[in-house]
């Protein structure tokens, strides 16, 4: 059965950082993308990053320069890391996994963590 794990989520303050961890089940890492997303109330889920099998990675556009992402086959995980935390990054992030790499819409993953809620105060 497929299932992704997030964790890493809580309350930060602005400027600081955030890392995300999401453990992956066998059916889920098996060769295939990993990717980030983020929601919040009223908001379409709103993609992040994302990393194929072979380590190549990719970017919101708005959010270059902020985030790395990182994956380690082995133990199927994949890290997100954040920094200069601003008030809106606050959201649900969800981990995925299965989707398109060139083209990360949240409609091409087919499997989905449950969410971990990240909360920027200022």
């Known amino acids: 059965q497929a299932h992704l794990i997030e964790s890493g989520g809580g309350l930060l303050q602005a400027g600081g950082s955030l890392t995300l961890s999401c453990a992956a089940s066998?059916?889920?890492?098996?060769?295939?993308?990993m990717a980030w997303f983020r929601q919040t109330p009223g908001k379409e889920r709103e993609f992040l990053s994302a990393i194929s099998f072979t380590g190549t990675a990719r970017h919101a556009e708005s959010l270059k320069g902020r985030v790395i992402i990182s994956r380690d086959n082995a133990n199927r995980t994949v890290v997100l890391q954040m920094n200069n935390l601003i008030p809106e990054d606050t959201a649900v992030y969800y981990c995925?996994?299965?989707?398109?790499?060139?083209?990360?819409?949240?409609?091409?993953?087919?499997?989905w963590g449950r969410g971990t809620q990240v909360t920027v105060s200022s």
């Open positions: 995925a996994a299965g989707g398109n790499f060139r083209a990360p819409a949240p409609r091409t993953f087919p499997y």
């Open positions: 066998p059916q889920a890492f098996r060769g295939t993308t």
